[in-house]
């Protein structure tokens, strides 16, 4: 049997399909990489894993961050409703 040449590709994008890279992230926040890194030191941002250099995101992790970071409305003192 002979294998296919993108047999490994497919198959690390299938490992990593759950994961988004730091830069990935960084550019669907609008944030640079040092600003993740930064976050990450401070243990202030989305939990990460590190595998040898990359650093790894868990999708539905980060999606849980950014759920805790929202604001409650300010309520208004008196005024108009």
Known sequence: MIQSQTEPETTAAALL???????????????TVDTLGRWEARRVGPPCVRAGRMVLYRRRAVEDWLAAQEMPRAKTAGGRR
Do not use: T
């Open 17 to 31: 399909s759950g994961w988004i890279s730091r830069k990935g992230l960084a550019d669907a926040l609008g944030v």
